[in-house]
């Protein structure tokens, strides 16, 4: 079975990934549904590659030589990510223009599905949401979540829905199938989800928990989240091309369902470098935007902040989980040990990555489809890229 490298294509025809072991998963009709602002759903789509990857494809496998090159440092990180099946790519130091290309592609949508980038816009709007009293992180999910109440997930603090140490049941099959491929109402299945160890006590990539703050939010700010994210986030931010997809019952996709540009990205990213200001108006907090990107959240994992990804140092988790939808490990030390400690990230599926690096004024995007075996990009080569430019 061979990995199908056209995304617009995965997303048009019906896909049966059969599995390692004695189960077939058939996924149904991979149809596209247009929301209120004309974007297409990419739900079946996206369940469907990240089971294909789980069980037959690897696109960081075997050596990729790099391309051919003879120029600018500058010039050789817009070739590799071009390489790499790109749509775009920006960088900015100290505010101003490092690197900005926009590549040709089959499928000219003016968005791109950022995946699991979406978590981190989540935590911002958490982040919001705490700054203007309507909750606080440390408040049990249940004061919103009630039908947690009077159960074993009664103890689940809006922190470890943030941090990945919620300790609700989660599985490939039922966090990528189930809840974002089959799911008419992802809010509600991840809710129904089963508490299987106490909070606090382990670390997991949990899909589910991540979706279940939809309900938190739209009950903590009375207000559907995606209102909620366009006027207190995508608005003042001037990210005017960038929407969050909704599943078949309306709720948005917190933790994926992002769609979004380089530049858009850009402006989110140069807010964070900020702590949390923009063009002079507070977005959200400092404090909590130290919280969630210069500490880990939990001992269980020193590369986590609040669905962020961290450079500091511990044991810690690669993101493989996020960028290629399988295959991360457990390891001593820093994501990019040639990275400085603050250096944190935004990461989704098919490596499309924010990369914001505070002690050197620094922001990156990268866009586009997953990288082919013959390229070497990752969070670890472009990161490094960069800072071959920058420093």
């Known amino acids: 079975m061979s990995c199908a490298r056209d995304p617009s294509a995965e997303h048009r025809r019906n896909l049966e990934w059969l599995s390692t072991g004695r189960e077939a998963v058939m996924l149904n009709s991979c149809s596209r549904r247009v929301n209120s602002r004309g974007h297409a759903t990419f739900l079946a789509a996206l369940a469907a590659a990240m089971v294909f990857s789980l069980v ?28 790499a099946d790109s749509h775009c790519v920006t960088a900015t130091v100290d505010g101003k223009p490092l690197v900005s290309a926009k590549f040709a592609r089959a499928n000219e949508k003016p968005t791109d599905a950022a995946y699991s980038i979406t978590k981190s816009i989540t935590s ?14 440390n408040d049990p999910a249940s004061r919103f979540i009630t039908e947690w109440r009077g159960t074993d997930a009664a103890n689940v603090e809006i922190r470890h829905l943030l941090s990945g140490t919620a300790g609700r049941y989660v599985d490939a099959r039922t ?13 509600a299945f991840a809710i129904g989800l089963s508490q299987v160890v106490p909070p606090g006590t382990s670390w997991n990539y949990d899909n589910a928990a991540v979706q279940s703050l939809e309900t938190v939010l739209e009950r903590a700010t009375g207000m559907p989240v995606a209102r909620f994210a366009e006027q207190r986030l995508f608005a003042p931010l001037g990210m005017v091309d960038t929407s969050i997809d909704a599943d078949e019952s309306g709720n948005p996709l917190l933790f994926a369902g992002l769609l979004t540009t380089c530049d858009d990205l850009l402006r989110f990213g140069h807010m964070m470098l900020k702590g949390g200001q923009y063009e002079g108006k507070t977005i959200v907090s400092r404090e909590y935007v130290t919280a969630a990107t210069q500490a880990p959240s939990s001992e269980h994992n020193a590369a986590y902040g609040l669905l962020w990804w961290l450079n500091r140092p511990g044991q810690a988790v690669t993101p493989d989980i996020a960028t290629k939808g399988h295959g991360s490990k457990k390891f001593d030390g820093q994501l990019v040990p040639d990275a400085p400690e603050d250096t944190f990230w935004a990461l989704g599926f098919r490596d499309q990555i924010l990369v ?7 922001v990156a995007v990268r866009l586009g489809d997953a990288p082919p075996p013959t390229a070497d990009l990752n969070v670890t080569s472009f990161t490094s890229s960069l800072l071959d430019v920058i420093r």
């Open 56 to 83: 037959s494809c690897d696109s960081n496998t075997g050596d990729a030589p790099s391309p051919p090159f003879g120029g600018s440092l500058e010039d050789k990180l817009i070739s590799e990510a071009e390489a």
């Open 175 to 187: 966090d990528y199938i189930e809840m974002a491929g089959r799911a008419a109402d992802k809010s």
């Open 124 to 137: 911002i709007l958490v982040g919001i949401a705490q700054d203007n009293g309507l909750l606080h992180l």
């Open 356 to 362: 914001i690096i505070p002690s050197m004024q620094t």
